[in-house]
Antibody, heavy 119, light 108 residues
């Protein structure tokens, strides 16, 4: 059974970098069948796609965040990561990692991790 | 980017009733690239429908999707108590992938 689990600091100071990791179990992120992505949800609000990464390292980002976001694969190939620089209170959200097959929807999601941006 | 507008914002229904949720896109979306998710409070979204009308693994057949172009619909045939939740549509036709703002289905 494929499982995704987010981890990282729950509190980040304004202007600093938000760094999260997603641990993948029950599947290999080196498969050419899937994209691995991040989606966030501010408190009480809807979902926003942040970006995806393919096993080759090819990335796709939301243009609204492209200047601040980096998604990467861990060299162990069991994790992938999200870095979001220069955060503000507007980046406060639950961050989800998720998997989607090529040309398909996000079929498997992590449980999400709440990140608050505050001094 | 493609903007998805869901209606109504809230749907108040009783268990056993039929629910019809709408998702309208600002540009045409290919039928292979429209999905619906269910989200309960404190939980991650769960994929219900992909490719407009295909049920994801384990999804009961009371959930069905239809539509084309700019108008898509999620229908819940007979509401089960566990179906009261927020529902989101999503397009993955053209980047950036976007979601609707959600429809809350609440118990009347």
């Amino acid at each position: 059974q494929v499982r995704l689990q987010e981890s990282g600091p729950g509190l980040v100071k304004p202007s600093e970098t938000l760094s999260l990791s997603c641990a993948v179990s029950g599947a290999t992120i080196t498969s050419n069948t899937y994209y691995w992505g991040w989606v966030r949800q501010p408190p009480g609000r809807g979902l926003e796609w942040i970006g995806d990464i393919y096993y080759s390292g090819l990335t796709y980002y939301n243009p609204s965040l492209i200047s601040r976001v980096t998604i990467s694969l861990d060299t162990s190939r069991t994790h992938f990561s999200l870095n979001l620089t220069s955060v503000t209170a507007a980046d406060t959200a639950v961050y989800y990692c998720a998997r989607r097959p090529y040309l398909r929807a996000f079929e498997i999601w992590g449980q999400g991790t709440m990140v608050t941006v505050s001094s | 980017e493609i903007v998805l507008t869901q209606s109504p914002g809230t749907l108040s229904l009783s268990p056993g009733e039929r629910a019809t949720l709408s998702c309208r896109a600002s540009q045409s979306v290919g039928i292979k690239y429209l999905a619906w998710y269910q989200q309960k409070l404190g939980q991650a979204p769960r994929l219900l429908i992909y490719g407009t009308s295909n049920r994801a693994t384990g999804i009961p057949d009371r959930f069905s999707g239809s539509g084309s172009g700019t108008d898509f619909t999620l229908t819940i045939g007979r509401l089960d108590p566990e179906d009261f939740a927020v529902y989101y549509c999503q397009q993955y036709d053209r980047s950036p992938w976007t979601f609707g703002q959600g429809t809350r289905v609440e118990i009347k």
